[in-house]
Protein backbone atom coordinates (compact mmCIF):
# COMPACT_ATOMS: atom_id res chain seq x y z
CA UNK A 1 0.00 0.00 0.00
CA UNK A 2 3.20 2.45 0.54
CA UNK A 3 4.54 2.06 -2.81
CA UNK A 4 4.75 4.55 -4.61
CA UNK A 5 3.67 4.10 -8.69
CA UNK A 6 4.10 6.29 -11.62
CA UNK A 7 1.72 7.17 -13.72
CA UNK A 8 2.75 7.91 -17.46
CA UNK A 9 -0.41 8.90 -19.47
CA UNK A 10 -3.05 11.31 -18.48
CA UNK A 11 -6.17 11.14 -21.28
CA UNK A 12 -9.62 10.40 -21.56
CA UNK A 13 -8.56 6.81 -19.41
CA UNK A 14 -5.38 7.85 -17.36
CA UNK A 15 -7.17 10.72 -15.56
CA UNK A 16 -9.83 8.84 -14.19
CA UNK A 17 -7.51 5.41 -13.76
CA UNK A 18 -5.02 7.51 -11.85
CA UNK A 19 -8.10 9.81 -9.87
CA UNK A 20 -9.42 5.79 -8.66
CA UNK A 21 -5.79 5.10 -7.29
CA UNK A 22 -4.98 8.43 -5.42
CA UNK A 23 -9.05 7.54 -3.65
CA UNK A 24 -8.03 3.97 -3.02
CA UNK A 25 -4.74 5.66 -0.77
CA UNK A 26 -1.62 5.28 -3.30
CA UNK A 27 0.60 7.73 -3.83
CA UNK A 28 1.57 8.55 -7.29
CA UNK A 29 4.11 10.95 -9.22
CA UNK A 30 2.39 11.58 -12.02
CA UNK A 31 3.78 12.57 -16.12
CA UNK A 32 2.23 13.79 -19.51
CA UNK A 33 3.23 15.86 -22.31
CA UNK A 34 -0.11 17.73 -21.34
CA UNK A 35 0.92 19.93 -18.49
CA UNK A 36 -3.22 20.85 -17.45
CA UNK A 37 -3.61 17.19 -17.58
CA UNK A 38 -0.84 16.68 -14.74
CA UNK A 39 -1.94 20.12 -13.22
CA UNK A 40 -5.35 18.51 -12.77
CA UNK A 41 -4.15 15.05 -11.09
CA UNK A 42 -1.34 16.65 -9.18
CA UNK A 43 -4.16 19.37 -7.53
CA UNK A 44 -5.68 16.26 -6.64
CA UNK A 45 -2.56 15.18 -4.30
CA UNK A 46 0.04 13.48 -7.36
CA UNK A 47 3.41 14.68 -7.35
CA UNK A 48 4.43 16.05 -10.91
CA UNK A 49 7.46 14.72 -12.54
CA UNK A 50 9.54 16.07 -15.38
CA UNK A 51 10.21 13.11 -17.80
CA UNK A 52 9.10 9.51 -17.79
CA UNK A 53 12.51 8.81 -16.42
CA UNK A 54 11.94 11.14 -13.20
CA UNK A 55 8.54 8.93 -12.96
CA UNK A 56 10.70 5.73 -12.89
CA UNK A 57 13.44 7.13 -10.64
CA UNK A 58 10.85 8.03 -7.80
CA UNK A 59 8.43 4.61 -8.20
CA UNK A 60 8.40 0.92 -8.03
CA UNK A 61 5.46 0.32 -10.28
CA UNK A 62 5.31 2.46 -12.99
CA UNK A 63 1.91 2.70 -15.31
CA UNK A 64 1.88 3.89 -18.64
CA UNK A 65 -1.85 4.86 -20.41
CA UNK A 66 -0.85 6.52 -24.04
CA UNK A 67 -2.23 5.91 -27.26
CA UNK A 68 -0.44 3.67 -29.15
CA UNK A 69 2.74 1.22 -29.75
CA UNK A 70 4.66 4.34 -31.02
CA UNK A 71 4.00 6.02 -27.73
CA UNK A 72 4.82 3.36 -25.12
CA UNK A 73 8.22 2.92 -27.48
CA UNK A 74 8.86 6.47 -26.97
CA UNK A 75 7.92 7.14 -22.95
CA UNK A 76 9.56 3.96 -21.92
CA UNK A 77 13.30 3.67 -24.54
CA UNK A 78 13.06 7.34 -25.49
CA UNK A 79 15.16 9.79 -24.58
CA UNK A 80 14.56 10.35 -20.93
CA UNK A 81 12.47 7.54 -20.98
CA UNK A 82 11.46 4.94 -17.81
CA UNK A 83 14.17 2.40 -18.88
CA UNK A 84 17.24 5.31 -17.80
CA UNK A 85 15.45 5.81 -14.80
CA UNK A 86 13.71 2.72 -13.51
CA UNK A 87 15.42 0.68 -10.48
CA UNK A 88 16.05 -3.22 -10.47
CA UNK A 89 13.01 -5.00 -9.83
CA UNK A 90 10.41 -2.38 -10.58
CA UNK A 91 7.46 -3.47 -12.53
CA UNK A 92 6.26 -1.71 -15.92
CA UNK A 93 2.61 -2.11 -16.56
CA UNK A 94 1.43 -0.67 -19.29
CA UNK A 95 -2.54 -0.60 -19.94
CA UNK A 96 -2.12 1.03 -23.52
CA UNK A 97 -3.27 -0.85 -26.57
CA UNK A 98 -0.41 -1.41 -28.46
CA UNK A 99 0.56 -4.28 -30.42
CA UNK A 100 1.77 -7.45 -28.64
CA UNK A 101 4.57 -7.59 -30.65
CA UNK A 102 5.40 -3.89 -29.31
CA UNK A 103 5.16 -5.30 -25.78
CA UNK A 104 7.38 -8.18 -26.41
CA UNK A 105 9.83 -6.40 -27.44
CA UNK A 106 10.13 -3.50 -25.04
CA UNK A 107 9.61 -6.33 -22.18
CA UNK A 108 13.02 -7.65 -23.36
CA UNK A 109 14.72 -4.43 -23.63
CA UNK A 110 13.56 -3.66 -19.61
CA UNK A 111 14.61 -6.73 -18.56
CA UNK A 112 18.28 -5.78 -19.42
CA UNK A 113 17.47 -3.38 -16.77
CA UNK A 114 16.22 -5.65 -14.09
CA UNK A 115 12.62 -4.53 -14.71
CA UNK A 116 9.95 -7.08 -14.98
CA UNK A 117 7.10 -5.79 -17.63
CA UNK A 118 3.29 -6.52 -17.81
CA UNK A 119 0.58 -6.11 -20.67
CA UNK A 120 -2.13 -5.08 -18.93
CA UNK A 121 -4.64 -3.26 -21.44
CA UNK A 122 -8.68 -2.34 -20.82
CA UNK A 123 -12.15 -2.60 -22.03
CA UNK A 124 -14.91 -1.14 -20.66
CA UNK A 125 -14.28 2.66 -22.06
CA UNK A 126 -14.15 5.87 -20.10
CA UNK A 127 -17.26 5.22 -17.69
CA UNK A 128 -15.68 2.63 -16.64
CA UNK A 129 -12.39 3.63 -16.28
CA UNK A 130 -14.39 6.52 -13.90
CA UNK A 131 -16.17 3.77 -11.68
CA UNK A 132 -13.37 1.33 -11.30
CA UNK A 133 -14.87 -1.28 -13.36
CA UNK A 134 -12.62 -1.95 -16.43
CA UNK A 135 -12.06 -5.16 -17.64
CA UNK A 136 -8.45 -5.74 -17.39
CA UNK A 137 -6.74 -8.31 -19.62
CA UNK A 138 -3.13 -9.26 -18.39
CA UNK A 139 0.18 -10.96 -20.31
CA UNK A 140 3.74 -11.55 -17.90
CA UNK A 141 5.57 -13.09 -14.90
CA UNK A 142 3.08 -14.55 -12.71
CA UNK A 143 5.07 -13.01 -9.59
CA UNK A 144 5.07 -9.69 -11.21
CA UNK A 145 1.15 -9.64 -11.43
CA UNK A 146 1.08 -10.98 -7.60
CA UNK A 147 2.83 -7.93 -6.98
CA UNK A 148 0.34 -5.19 -9.04
CA UNK A 149 -3.02 -7.04 -8.67
CA UNK A 150 -4.36 -5.47 -5.89
CA UNK A 151 -3.37 -2.29 -7.65
CA UNK A 152 -4.95 -3.38 -10.35
CA UNK A 153 -8.08 -3.94 -8.90
CA UNK A 154 -8.64 -0.46 -7.93
CA UNK A 155 -9.57 0.49 -11.72
CA UNK A 156 -11.12 -3.18 -12.70
CA UNK A 157 -13.44 -5.11 -11.54
CA UNK A 158 -11.93 -7.92 -13.86
CA UNK A 159 -7.82 -8.69 -13.54
CA UNK A 160 -7.10 -11.68 -15.37
CA UNK A 161 -3.63 -12.97 -15.90
CA UNK A 162 -3.92 -14.54 -19.60
CA UNK A 163 -0.92 -15.77 -20.36
CA UNK A 164 2.70 -14.74 -21.36
CA UNK A 165 3.97 -10.99 -21.93
CA UNK A 166 1.55 -10.42 -25.23
CA UNK A 167 -1.05 -11.95 -24.00
CA UNK A 168 -3.18 -9.21 -22.53
CA UNK A 169 -3.09 -7.29 -26.12
CA UNK A 170 -3.61 -10.22 -27.63
CA UNK A 171 -6.67 -10.77 -25.72
CA UNK A 172 -7.33 -7.27 -26.31
CA UNK A 173 -7.57 -7.92 -29.72
CA UNK A 174 -9.85 -10.36 -29.88
CA UNK A 175 -11.85 -7.96 -28.22
CA UNK A 176 -11.86 -5.36 -30.14
CA UNK A 177 -12.42 -7.38 -33.42
CA UNK A 178 -15.72 -8.41 -31.51
CA UNK A 179 -16.71 -5.10 -30.98
CA UNK A 180 -16.02 -3.68 -34.43
CA UNK A 181 -17.70 -6.46 -36.05
CA UNK A 182 -20.93 -6.67 -33.80
CA UNK A 183 -21.42 -2.85 -34.46
CA UNK A 184 -21.52 -3.31 -38.20
CA UNK A 185 -23.88 -5.84 -38.16
CA UNK A 186 -26.22 -3.98 -35.71
CA UNK A 187 -25.44 -1.13 -38.56
CA UNK A 188 -26.33 -3.38 -41.06
CA UNK A 189 -29.60 -4.71 -39.53
CA UNK A 190 -31.04 -1.32 -37.97
CA UNK A 191 -30.43 0.25 -41.90
CA UNK A 192 -32.60 -2.94 -43.22
CA UNK A 193 -35.14 -2.45 -40.76
CA UNK A 194 -35.41 1.18 -41.70
CA UNK A 195 -35.59 0.92 -44.97
CA UNK A 196 -38.30 -1.32 -44.88
CA UNK A 197 -40.16 0.57 -43.15
CA UNK A 198 -40.06 -1.08 -39.54
CA UNK A 199 -39.21 1.25 -36.57
CA UNK A 200 -35.53 0.64 -35.70
CA UNK A 201 -36.27 1.42 -32.26
CA UNK A 202 -39.28 -1.56 -31.67
CA UNK A 203 -36.86 -3.84 -33.67
CA UNK A 204 -34.25 -2.98 -31.07
CA UNK A 205 -36.68 -3.33 -28.21
CA UNK A 206 -38.15 -7.09 -29.57
CA UNK A 207 -34.60 -8.38 -30.20
CA UNK A 208 -32.36 -7.37 -27.13
CA UNK A 209 -33.55 -9.99 -25.17
CA UNK A 210 -33.03 -13.07 -27.79
CA UNK A 211 -29.90 -14.40 -28.99
CA UNK A 212 -29.08 -11.13 -30.82
CA UNK A 213 -28.58 -9.07 -27.94
CA UNK A 214 -25.59 -8.13 -26.83
CA UNK A 215 -23.48 -5.56 -24.49
CA UNK A 216 -22.58 -3.80 -27.62
CA UNK A 217 -26.33 -3.15 -28.80
CA UNK A 218 -27.18 -2.32 -25.96
CA UNK A 219 -24.86 0.35 -25.87
CA UNK A 220 -24.87 1.48 -29.29
CA UNK A 221 -28.08 1.04 -30.65
CA UNK A 222 -29.62 4.16 -28.18
CA UNK A 223 -26.73 6.04 -29.22
CA UNK A 224 -27.39 5.45 -32.87
CA UNK A 225 -31.26 6.07 -32.44
CA UNK A 226 -30.23 8.93 -30.66
CA UNK A 227 -28.36 10.35 -33.40
CA UNK A 228 -25.62 10.78 -30.75
CA UNK A 229 -22.08 10.14 -32.16
CA UNK A 230 -20.03 11.49 -29.32
CA UNK A 231 -17.04 9.14 -28.13
CA UNK A 232 -17.13 7.16 -26.07
CA UNK A 233 -14.64 5.19 -28.38
CA UNK A 234 -13.32 6.94 -31.37
CA UNK A 235 -13.35 5.68 -34.89
CA UNK A 236 -9.38 6.48 -35.12
CA UNK A 237 -8.50 4.50 -31.77
CA UNK A 238 -10.47 1.97 -33.54
CA UNK A 239 -8.58 1.83 -36.90
CA UNK A 240 -5.74 2.12 -34.59
CA UNK A 241 -6.81 -1.87 -32.64
CA UNK A 242 -7.89 -2.94 -36.18
CA UNK A 243 -4.41 -2.08 -37.78
CA UNK A 244 -2.88 -4.24 -34.73
CA UNK A 245 -5.40 -6.71 -35.26
CA UNK A 246 -4.64 -7.12 -38.76
CA UNK A 247 -0.51 -6.95 -38.49
CA UNK A 248 -0.62 -9.03 -35.61
CA UNK A 249 -3.03 -12.05 -37.84
CA UNK A 250 -0.87 -11.51 -41.02
CA UNK A 251 2.63 -12.55 -38.74
CA UNK A 252 0.87 -15.22 -37.09
CA UNK A 253 -1.14 -16.46 -40.01
CA UNK A 254 -4.52 -16.39 -39.06
CA UNK A 255 -6.46 -14.77 -41.65
CA UNK A 256 -9.61 -12.31 -40.62
CA UNK A 257 -11.69 -11.30 -43.73
CA UNK A 258 -14.25 -10.10 -41.72
CA UNK A 259 -11.94 -7.36 -39.78
CA UNK A 260 -10.38 -6.59 -42.83
CA UNK A 261 -13.86 -5.30 -44.27
CA UNK A 262 -14.81 -3.47 -41.24
CA UNK A 263 -11.39 -1.96 -41.49
CA UNK A 264 -12.53 -0.72 -44.76
CA UNK A 265 -15.86 0.60 -43.65
CA UNK A 266 -14.00 2.72 -41.05
CA UNK A 267 -11.00 3.84 -43.26
CA UNK A 268 -14.09 5.29 -45.65
CA UNK A 269 -15.74 6.74 -42.42
CA UNK A 270 -12.19 8.55 -41.94
CA UNK A 271 -12.28 10.17 -45.36
CA UNK A 272 -15.62 11.40 -44.87
CA UNK A 273 -14.24 13.66 -42.01
CA UNK A 274 -15.90 11.13 -38.89
CA UNK A 275 -12.76 9.65 -37.44
CA UNK A 276 -12.99 11.49 -34.39
CA UNK A 277 -16.88 10.37 -33.64
CA UNK A 278 -17.81 7.48 -31.40
CA UNK A 279 -17.30 4.33 -33.31
CA UNK A 280 -21.41 3.73 -32.91
CA UNK A 281 -21.18 6.06 -35.93
CA UNK A 282 -20.08 2.95 -38.40
CA UNK A 283 -23.75 3.12 -39.02
CA UNK A 284 -23.50 6.30 -41.46
CA UNK A 285 -21.92 3.98 -44.17
CA UNK A 286 -24.59 1.80 -44.34
CA UNK A 287 -27.15 4.83 -44.28
CA UNK A 288 -25.40 6.42 -47.24
CA UNK A 289 -25.67 3.37 -49.37
CA UNK A 290 -29.32 2.58 -48.16
CA UNK A 291 -30.20 6.10 -48.44
CA UNK A 292 -32.04 6.19 -44.74
CA UNK A 293 -31.03 7.23 -41.61
CA UNK A 294 -31.76 5.43 -38.02
CA UNK A 295 -33.79 7.11 -35.85
CA UNK A 296 -36.42 7.35 -33.17
P1 LIG B 1 -5.99 9.88 -25.02
O1 LIG B 1 -5.51 10.30 -26.36
O2 LIG B 1 -7.18 10.56 -24.43
O3 LIG B 1 -4.80 9.99 -23.92
C1 LIG B 1 -3.45 9.72 -24.16
C2 LIG B 1 -2.61 10.63 -23.27
O4 LIG B 1 -1.23 10.31 -23.47
C3 LIG B 1 -2.76 12.13 -23.58
O5 LIG B 1 -3.03 12.84 -22.39
C4 LIG B 1 -1.40 12.51 -24.20
O6 LIG B 1 -1.04 13.84 -23.91
C5 LIG B 1 -0.49 11.53 -23.51
N1 LIG B 1 0.77 11.26 -24.22
C6 LIG B 1 0.95 10.97 -25.52
N2 LIG B 1 2.26 10.73 -25.76
C7 LIG B 1 2.91 10.86 -24.57
C8 LIG B 1 4.25 10.71 -24.17
N3 LIG B 1 5.22 10.39 -25.02
N4 LIG B 1 4.56 10.91 -22.85
C9 LIG B 1 3.59 11.24 -21.97
N5 LIG B 1 2.29 11.38 -22.30
C10 LIG B 1 1.96 11.20 -23.58
O7 LIG B 1 -6.24 8.30 -25.14
P2 LIG B 1 -7.18 7.38 -24.21
O8 LIG B 1 -8.55 7.38 -24.76
O9 LIG B 1 -6.93 7.71 -22.78
O10 LIG B 1 -6.56 5.94 -24.56
C11 LIG B 1 -5.35 5.45 -24.01
C12 LIG B 1 -5.23 3.99 -24.39
O11 LIG B 1 -6.34 3.26 -23.85
C13 LIG B 1 -5.26 3.75 -25.92
O12 LIG B 1 -4.34 2.73 -26.24
C14 LIG B 1 -6.69 3.33 -26.18
O13 LIG B 1 -6.81 2.51 -27.33
C15 LIG B 1 -7.00 2.57 -24.89
N6 LIG B 1 -8.44 2.48 -24.56
C16 LIG B 1 -9.24 3.59 -24.69
C17 LIG B 1 -10.59 3.47 -24.38
C18 LIG B 1 -11.53 4.65 -24.55
O14 LIG B 1 -12.76 4.44 -24.50
N7 LIG B 1 -11.05 5.86 -24.69
C19 LIG B 1 -11.11 2.24 -23.93
C20 LIG B 1 -10.26 1.17 -23.76
C21 LIG B 1 -8.92 1.29 -24.09
Sequence with gaps: MNKKIGFIGLGIMGKPMSKNLLKAGYSLVVYDINTDAMNEISALGAEKAESPRDVAEKSEIIITMLPNSPHVKRAVLGPDGVIYGAKTGSVLVDMSSIAPLVSKEICEAVKEKGVIMLDAPVSGGEPKAIDGTLSIMVGGDEEAFGRVEEILKTMGSSVVLV?????????????????????????????????????????YKAIRGGLAGSTVLDAKAPMVLDRNFKPGFRIDLHIKDLANALDTAHEVGAPIPLTSQVMEIMQALKVDGKEKQDHSGIVQYYEKLAKVEVKK
Design 163 to 203: GEIGSGNVTKLANQIIVALNISAMSEAMVLATKSGVDPEKV
